[in-house]
């Protein structure tokens, strides 16, 4: 209970902050601002006091302590301000039927994919069955950690993975809440802010209904042209129709075979990818921000921008490159959009702001950001990437055979991954900014638009020309940052083509046809990721990792195999001696010795008495895959070790120092 209340004072804590910082914004907005403010608050503060510290109570405590210091003196400050009383201008429908469903299936999809315990075996769902263990193993591990952490499945190695959105799993599970639960309340949580947040910017860019309703269903449902290679499989053997929901990862937006790449966001990045969605959650935020900041010529706006933004590092760093691809858009855009002098009038609302004006605020923003986030960046993030090797030229992204040929024709990729959506990137980027009162753009937005256009197609051309991870597919983390931000200029471009073709015979069907085409095989995705169910982890394995858990130290270091799913390090979060290359790989890691030492320590425990000293190895964990993986010399460890633990295939032997 206590871990919920922790969670709960963050929150409103952020509540408290955003209602004081931005007293002119509707409620909703500033709600929605002040969770996620809550959130950032929940990672951030108790891991700089952790760096004093340890990542335990006192930390927590602290950060909180800090949290509702830092609330209470802007609430004070501010106490005199006017507050907008109005909760939106948004009908009110339009938040509860595009929010509230989604978030529905979120919590239900957190909920079937996030440890569900069956007959006391774990399951998940097919997306988080392979990245599900490495959020676990950090969450698990992080608990009274030393600062800056290091990897528990590589011990030695300074964890340079953005961490801090499974720290608040940790500041919950430190006052007692269990590890599911935590997972499932904040991962849905960040899913509610995540949908709330692009409702709000949509209507705020586009003040239209209709394309507020397209761009949330073009966004979440998303999914190219492949339901067309599926239902061409299903004519041929309608039993194809049936592995789509029943095969593994044989989905309409995710088979690599047949090069569909662009996954649904929902299924593949959201629930599966605690680090992009903590990072989607910051961003809308900060979009929110410089959308206002830039309308209001707001300094103040600004310089809150910049603070937003140079926690994002640490919360997910793609998302933080994406951002600052976006912001040298706008700032391109908006000092060429201004006078050089200030004249008066005009309707666009970036008439009257001089070039120097619009480039100070953005200096200021640019100041703030980089005096957070350098330290981040020259810490974590740059060592590990340049330390792996993983920034190359690549053309094209994953459609690159790479030797220079293209495994699909330029455009056809596109289209066929994307949808016919991407056709309509550029025309809706260049909507005619004399559109009346009554379309998608109202008056006064158009600039907007395009200074957004121009921030995606900044990160667009990065994306396809620069590989920045050793995983060439892990791009799509900037390349969904540039489809989200252009989605509302694409639903206003489709209301006002449905309005230009008023009169058409047809143009309903066409209408339909053109939404079904783009939502189907998301829809079909969504429908698979419902009914999948895997397990995770055996009954014999989860009481395996009880058992550590309860008789062994935080800091114990224990031989296991390799597997993904390790029950020591996901669920009890000890210490490895090597962890699975399907993580270490990614982060451009090298465990090649560890790993080899691993396997020697095993099979030649007789001959390892110095690799056993060298790694520190207090227990050894022999199951059916250590069995399966290794020639274990199984009877060395009978012999020499004490058996502390047997269920199953499943044996825990003490080392004898």
Known sequence: MLGYLVLIGFLLSGAVLMDALLPRAQRLTRLWLGLCAGLMLMMWLPTLCAFFLRF???????????????????????????????????????????IVPLVLLGAYLQYTHTLRDVDGALHVGQSTYGDLCLHLGIATSLRGAAYPPHYSLLPGTLLGYPFLADGMVTTMLLFGAPLAPAFIVTGTLMMALVYTGFVIFCWDLTRSRAATVVATALMFINGGLGFVYALDGVMRDPSAFREIFTGFYLTPTNQPA????????????????????????????????????????????????????????????????????LSAGALAHCVLAAPKAAPQGGDSPLDGESRRATLLRFMLYAGVTLALALPQLLTWAVPQTVKGGALQFRFNWV???????????????????????????????????????????????????RMFALGALMIYIVAELIQFQPNEYDNNKLFYVAYMVMMPAIGAYLVALWKRLKGLPGRALLAAVFLLASTLSGALTIGREVVSDYQLLSECEVSAAAFVEENTPRDAVILTGNQHNNAVAALAGRNIVCGTGSYLFYHGLDYGAQQDDERTMFEYPEDSAELFDQYGVDYVYVSSYERGKFAVDEDWFVDHCDLLFAEGDVCLYGMRR
Request: hydrophobic share 55%; charged share 20%.
């Open 56 to 98: 335990d109570r006192a930390a927590q405590l602290l950060g909180l302590g800090a949290a509702a210091l830092i609330a209470g003196a802007c609430a004070f400050l501010s106490r005199n301000k006017p507050r907008r009383r109005g909760w939106t201008d948004m009908p009110a429908w339009l938040p509860l039927a595009l």
């Open 258 to 325: 047949l090069n569909l790449r662009w996954v649904n966001v929902i299924c593949d990045m959201m629930i599966p990818q605690r680090t992009l969605l903590g990072g989607w959650m910051a961003l809308l935020p900060a979009l929110w921000l410089l959308m206002s900041a830039v309308r209001e010529r707001d300094a103040k706006r600004f310089a809150l921008l910049g603070v937003w933004a140079g926690a994002l590092p640490m919360i997910h760093t793609h998302t933080f490159l994406a951002l600052g691809l």
């Open 399 to 449: 459609n690159n055979r790479g030797d220079g040929r293209l495994i699909d024709g330029y455009c056809w990729f596109w289209i066929k991954n994307v949808g016919l959506i991407w056709l309509m990137m550029v025309p809706a980027a260049l909507l005619d900014r004399r559109a009346p009162r009554d379309g998608a753009i109202p008056s006064k937005r158009p600039g907007l638009v």
